[in-house]
């Protein structure tokens, strides 16, 4: 029966490419391999901020599903993160990629507590003109993490998830040089008004990740006195005592001046 309504919602899928149809048509044959929540996808273009490529929510959630990724929150999702760095997988999972303290990370309480996010796995798309698109079927709260065999279920169909997207959104965000805003860490020296090294923008980063120190110190092959030093530096440079203290401001720093 679930292999029927997949053919079926994939034969609808195949006739709705280049149709404002496609994405909820897509989003019925996913369905009928594995029960989520949102579908919903993003566009990346180097050092740019991402483009909407897909998401259809309530205005109260799409201020924070959208305009609050868009704003910055971006800079700090492990999928951005994989896509920046040339994961060649064109499946991605978030429990596998997501740090040792991604509960605790700025990320983390940006976005999946105030969306209600809990689980979450995406579908990369080779969209050409150095734009990629990464499509995410998610699970909210109030429902089960997606199982080891819904995973590979969902990971079985990216081979056909993935063309029919690229075809329905070839060409999507193809603009000459993108202005770009910086990478993360050129974004934090700037937090810090110029007073922060790049090694410890670097680990106020990796913190904003969720990184602990111990990973931390995996990461940039440093001793943990090393990163300690450098934290004290930090909260020392910017005039805050705790971790909170640097969410916050990380926090602010993005929404820009108040008017």
Known sequence: MEFAAWNAGLAAAMAAVGTAAFPDRLGEALAALVPFDMLNGFAYRGDAPPLDLHNRQVPDLAAIIVDGYIAGSYLLDPFFEAVRAGNADRFLVMADLAPDRFAQSEYYNRHYIRTRILDEVGYVLDLAHGVTGVLSVTRRRGHARFRRAEIA????????????????????????????????????VDLGGGRLTRREAEIVGLILKGHSTPSICALLGLGQETVKTHRKSIHRKLGIASQAELFARFTAFLAGPSD
């Open 153 to 188: 279920r969902l990971r079985d169909a990216a081979p056909m998830v993935c063309t029919l997207a690229q075809r329905h959104w070839a060409g999507f965000g193809a603009a000459p040089d993108p202005a770009g805003t910086g990478d993360l860490v050129t974004r934090i």
